[in-house]
């Protein structure tokens, strides 16, 4: 039936129309473009001053490596000489140590104040009395328990030595007979711990301290006390822990072992060592206080086994030789992690909002209904931002490098990019989720940068604790990575970790074979992110095709091609709804014959009727939901046809689903021969919308719509520029540079006429002068084409339609030309009168000589208004009356007027409703 059109856009055309459209919107935001890109670039540059202040600060003379001025030679001249043995803790980090010192190694000896005492919160009764601590006579304290009591009871027996004895002259093996210890805090390295200065106490630990001791060492008893399981030592140990009980006691134990299984053939033993002293970053805590502990109960184990005389004999601890290091401290690396997610996360709003901005301004729709699909709009869409993020991230990472950041130019650049491509793959993914939920660019925004700085702050100062802390599961850490935001951060803070300990040490970052260490949780978040990506993705698409895009998609709208479904349509004599007649009021001769001429062009093999609906239905779920019911309406080309009717008729429902955004419930329609519900994307290449409200890009020129939306309908080249030629001239937008000015700076009557092809209420808020060359505009369009107009407006209505009809809940009550519809349902004169107010009595009664019914509608200074029933006068009685009245008395003026279209339209509209 009729022509085909010139055919839908192909995918590459469809491509090319909105990446140019998208590419020019972009050209149009530089200003904001250009504050997003600021924010990196002035961060890293940031980063970079930060670096040369934190620089100068480390090269000056009290952070490197000491030196004196030194007579080697004894001949009264001195040279420098640098070293350990001439700097300070802070020096001594970058010392050369071709020999390092032994160190004999010590256990962490609670401070005399904190050591271990029966109290109110330690109750237990072998604890000596809380008085030992004012004299300084309190022990050290070690907790014992196991499956085997008497055999942790003779392992307790040798964990510490009687006295301190040794056969040899050296003091080293004296040191390492003798079980030593230290309440200072241990440094980040083992170089000049403090326990060896002179002003910090030195313990060693006896069962019995000797009353009158010569060692400058001072002597501190052990007291080895057993417990009945593993929870009993857990619960005192974190009651007397400094910086873990709340009652303000502090009781701190030396060590506790646990000997599990232990026999005489099996040795399995867990031990726990006092951390209380420990700095966050003492890395040399774990070389110089655990090994001790260790020592200990492998030899009293041996001692249980072979003899008191046999024991693994404990020299000392010493550093690997190193050179001379220059201390590096990336700044980037060390705080960069926080700043460098929120250059990130910024992204996310501005696609969010870019997104919800066409979902609000029924841009998406709007493209839709001319000829965009679901499908080329998501993946254009999608890689249109997925091009722009990796632009942004890409000039980032460059810039970043360019200016000598460790945190990028260290770690390998693949596993940059492929975790930033993941990452804001899934970032994009999640944006056009979201996007499902927001119909407000405002709210998105919001809500987007509060998901920007909150997932910064949160990872910043709660994630970053937890992946630091050694105690905290692994898994836990898992489950949090799974937030997005987390998953950055994690990322990016194993970037830094990396970055900064190879420049502190002079090597690289991050490489692959890295991704398998122990602790480090890059190559589980990439698996995440991965995972997350596919599934937010594909949970995207369903909202969108279920919620966002118009198609009124079913929620199980994936199965239909499984289940086979039959499309809602319940029978008619079922549809019995209150206030309403359900069967097509079939009896109105226009109506049926309207019908009768579809069923006759539905058997023809060809037609010139562009439009052709056959018992059209619309019902929606939900009581009293029949919005169309039985409409059968044939347009030929040329043809302009207005539906009228009251708010709730079912007009909008009826150009949903004429424009392709609702199915229809039953019925079939054909658009220039193709069928509605299957051809839909040809129908779109033929077909036109203006909507009720403008929907415009407001940085895009008038000329750039056109452009867009004709390269949507297929045309190309010297094609289509003629086409937006001509349309400019006709909507008279080409003279004086309008075309080329942007849309946000036109008025009302520019955007409105930019906006006209069914048209729903196209005059809606303009001028008379703007309504007026609007309507020259349809009547020159529908020279060869068939359009539907809705329009409140009854002067429109009589001044563009070719045919009306008029809608009431849901049904077509009549149809016909204008002064067909007057002529037919105009059951009235309008006589209007004006005379002195002394006649205006016998104007009264004249009237009603002519028609007794006749009805007085409109009284004032003389002049009035009377509806006078056609059937029962005639005009010449009338025009012969009025003769005769002004015989009798002056009459100023007076009028006979037919009914108007707004008449016919109330009475149609009311007649339908007041029928039972």
């Known amino acids: 039936m009729g022509e085909m059109p010139l055919g839908c856009a192909s995918f590459r055309t469809q491509v090319n129309a909105l990446l140019r459209k998208n590419l020019t919107y ?30 100068e600060e480390l090269n000056k003379a009290g952070i490197k490596c000491g030196c004196q001025c030194v007579d080697t030679n004894n001949d009264g001249t001195c040279e420098e000489v640098c070293g350990v043995q001439f700097s300070n803790l802070k020096q001594a980090a970058s010392c050369p140590i071709p020999s390092p010192p032994q160190w004999p190694p010590l256990l962490q000896i609670p401070a005399p104040l904190y050591r271990a005492a029966k109290t109110d919160v330690l109750p237990f009764t072998d604890l000596p009395n809380e008085s030992c601590r004012s004299t300084g006579s309190c022990p050290v304290t070690i907790l014992m328990t196991g499956s085997n009591q008497s055999l942790g009871e003779i392992m307790a027996g040798n964990i510490f030595s009687t ?41 060693y630990v006896l069962w019995q301290c000797p009353p009158n001791s010569t060692f400058s060492i001072k002597c501190v008893e052990g007291l080895n006390l057993w417990r009945n399981s593993s929870s009993e030592v857990n619960k005192e140990l974190y009651k007397g822990y400094r910086q873990g009980n709340s009652e303000g006691t502090i009781n701190e134990i030396l060590a506790a072992y646990d000997f599990l299984n232990s026999n005489h053939k099996t040795f399995n ?191 910043g100062f709660l994630f970053q604790n937890f992946i630091e802390d050694s105690s905290f599961p692994r898994g836990w850490i898992i489950v949090l990575e799974l937030y997005p935001g987390f998953s950055l951060y994690r990322g990016l803070y194993e970037f830094g970790q990396y970055s900064f300990t190879g420049n502190l040490l002079g090597t690289s970052g991050m490489k692959w074979k890295n991704l398998n260490d122990r602790i480090n949780g890059m190559k589980d978040v990439l698996i995440i992110m991965s995972v997350e990506w596919l599934l937010v993705l594909f949970t995207a698409y369903y909202f969108d095709q279920v919620f966002t895009s118009g198609s009124g998609k079913s929620p199980l709208f994936f199965l239909d091609n499984f289940l086979k479904r039959k499309p809602l349509s319940p029978q008619k004599p079922s549809l019995q709804m209150k206030g309403s007649n359900v069967s097509v009021n079939v009896d109105k001769p226009d109506v049926r014959q309207e019908r009768e001429k579809v069923e006759q062009l539905l058997l023809e093999p060809s037609t010139s009727h562009a439009i052709i609906c056959h018992d059209l239905e619309k019902v929606y779920k939900g009581p009293d939901k029949l919005a169309v019911k039985g409409l059968s309406l044939a347009l030929p080309r040329a043809e302009c046809f207005g539906m009228l009717g009251p708010n709730g008729a079912g ?110 209420e196209p005059s809606t808020g303009l001028d008379p002068a703007s309504r007026t060359n609007l309507w020259n505009v349809v009547k020159r369009a529908k020279k060869d084409r068939a359009i539907i107009l809705t329009t409140h407006s009854m002067e429109e209505a009589e001044a563009l339609c ?109 007649t339908d409703r007041d029928t039972p």
């Open 802 to 910: 070719d045919r009306l009809g008029i809608f009431v809940d849901g049904s077509l009550q009549c149809i016909g030309n204008p002064k067909e519809l007057k002529a037919r349902y105009g059951g009235s004169y309008v006589l209007t009168m004006t005379t002195s107010a002394e006649h205006e009595v016998e104007v009264a009664n004249m009237v009603r000589q002519l028609s007794p019914n006749a009805v007085k509608s409109y009284h004032t200074s003389g002049t009035q208004k009377f509806q006078i029933p056609k059937h029962e006068v005639r005009i010449a009685d009338v025009f012969h009356g009025v003769e005769i009245a002004k015989s009798k008395f002056p009459v100023f003026a007076w009028g006979l007027s037919d009914a108007t279209l707004e008449d016919v339209f109330i009475k149609v509209a009311n």
């Open 163 to 203: 006295s301190l004895t040794s056969t040899s002259s050296s003091i080293m093996d004296i040191l390492a007979n003798s079980v030593l210890g230290s309440d200072s805090q241990p440094r980040q390295d083992n170089l000049l711990d403090p326990a060896f200065y002179k002003a910090i106490p030195l313990y």
């Open 26 to 55: 972009q050209k149009r935001n530089a200003k904001t473009n250009c504050r997003l890109v600021c924010f990196p670039f002035v961060l890293c540059i940031l980063f970079t001053l930060l670096q040369v202040l934190v620089d």
């Open 651 to 760: 007009k909008s429902s009826f150009i949903s689903m004429m424009v392709g955004l609702t199915k229809s419930t039953s019925g079939t329609t054909y658009i220039k021969g193709l069928d509605l519900q299957t051809q839909m994307d040809w129908i779109y290449s033929c077909m036109g919308v203006c909507p009720q409200h403008d929907l415009l890009w407001e940085t895009l020129t008038g000329r750039e719509h056109l452009l867009f939306y004709g390269r949507l309908k297929n045309l190309k080249g010297s094609t289509l520029t003629q086409a937006v030629e001509e349309s400019l001239r006709s909507l008279n937008l080409h003279n004086g540079g309008v075309a080329d000015k942007q849309v946000g700076k036109y008025s009302g009557g520019m955007k409105r006429r930019l906006s006209v092809v069914y048209m729903d």
């Open 269 to 459: 033993v867990s031990i726990w060592y006092n951390a209380t002293y420990k700095d966050k970053a003492a890395l040399g805590f774990n070389l110089l206080r655990i090994p001790r502990s260790v020592n200990l109960a492998s030899n009293a184990y041996l001692q249980f086994l072979k003899g008191s005389s046999t024991r693994v004999l404990f020299e000392f601890i010493k550093e690997m030789p190193q050179p001379a290091r220059k201390i590096r401290l990336d700044i980037a690396s060390l705080i960069g992690t926080l700043f460098f997610s929120w250059v990130v996360l910024q992204l996310f709003p501005v696609v969010l909002s870019s997104l919800v901005y066409e979902k609000q301004q029924k841009l998406r729709i709007m493209m839709k209904m001319h000829g965009l699909g679901d499908g080329p709009y998501l993946l254009i869409t999608y890689f249109y931002f997925l091009l722009i993020s990796v632009l942004y991230i890409l000039v980032f990472v460059l810039f970043g490098s360019a200016i000598g950041l460790k945190f990028f130019r260290l770690n390998h650049y693949s596993i940059q990019f492929v975790f930033y491509f993941i990452y804001i793959n899934l970032q994009i993914s999640l944006a056009f989720l979201m996007a499902a939920f927001f119909s407000n660019v405002r709210i998105a925004t919001v809500v987007g940068y509060i998901c920007v700085f909150g997932t910064g702050l949160l990872g």
